[in-house]
């Protein structure tokens, strides 16, 4: 199904390195955007802001995962699905608002962790899972 893809974007494959600084990049700056966010939520309770690291660390780990596992489609989804939701659970468990830039941010980076995944790589950069 991505093969007609992968074949179009064959002359921009990424080596070893350039992957691994994608990956490393993107952690960085959406580990700093994060911080950012979540300063927003300095006037929730403890349990308030207890419930959104809770669900934001299992957004994160999803979106981690997406390079991380062989099951690289299914994180993908379950990453965007979960970023989301991730306001509307919030809501729900808590009755206050997840910060307004939490779910973009998450989508964000989904976005690119799934694009620097499935980008073509060079055959030393090639993953086998």
Same mark, same amino acid.
């Given at each position: ?19 691994? /600084?994608?990956? +490393?990049? $993107?952690? @960085? ?9 979540? #300063?927003? !939520? ?16 299992? /957004?994160?780990? +999803?979106? $981690?995962? @997406? ?9 993908? #989804?379950? !990453? ?16 206050? /608002?997840?910060?307004?830039? $939490? ?11 799934? #694009? ?14």
């Amino acid at each position: 199904m991505l093969e007609p893809l992968r074949r179009t974007a064959a002359p921009f494959a990424m080596d070893d390195g350039e992957y691994r /600084a994608q990956i +490393s990049g $993107l952690q @960085i700056v959406f580990g700093a955007v994060l911080g950012f966010v979540l #300063a927003g !939520a300095e006037d929730f309770t403890p349990f308030s802001f207890g419930v959104l690291l809770l669900v934001n660390v299992a /957004a994160v780990v +999803s979106i $981690l995962f @997406i390079s991380a596992s062989r099951y690289r489609l299914i994180y993908t #989804a379950v !990453a965007l699905g979960y970023s989301l939701a991730l306001p509307w659970l919030v809501q729900r468990i808590t009755d206050v /608002a997840a910060p307004d830039k $939490l779910a973009p941010t998450l989508l964000i980076w989904t976005f690119f962790q799934a #694009a620097a995944e499935f980008m073509p790589r060079t055959k030393a950069a090639d993953r086998q899972p």
